[in-house]
């Protein structure tokens, strides 16, 4: 099993900044790739980056040029450095992880609990 615990959220003006963190646990064999996802509530799950292990990074156009994804593949975390925040960067933010265990050739996804990010006018 892989637990994912993310950290780093909170209230902030817009304009201001945050950094989310999210460190992967557990029985970790093979992570592939990682990723901050948001949701609003009753809304489905949105994308906002991803980052392949090698450092391929995917943005959401709506955060391209304002958050930067990266990753430290020694220390099993992924960062979201979100700059010039929005009222509309308001959601719950999710962690994923694609992870392989050494019994099987299928990866699987893992989710953190989520953190809130909210961002005033």
């Known amino acids: 099993q892989v637990q994912l615990v993310e950290s780093g959220g909170g209230l902030v003006r817009a304009g201001g900044s945050l950094r989310l963190s999210c460190a992967a646990s557990?029985?970790?064999?093979?992570?592939?790739?990682m990723g901050w996802y948001r949701q609003a509530p009753g809304k489905q799950r949105e994308l906002v980056a991803d980052i392949s292990s090698v450092g391929s990074t995917n943005y959401a156009d709506s955060v391209k040029g304002r958050f930067t994804i990266s990753r430290d593949n020694a220390k099993k975390t992924v960062y979201l450095q979100m700059n010039s925040l929005k009222p509309e960067d308001t959601f719950v933010y999710y962690c994923k992880a694609v992870h392989r265990n050494r019994y099987s050739a299928t990866p699987r996804d893992y989710w953190g609990q989520g953190t809130q990010v909210t961002v005033s006018s």
């Open positions: 557990g029985s970790i064999f093979s992570l592939g790739t």
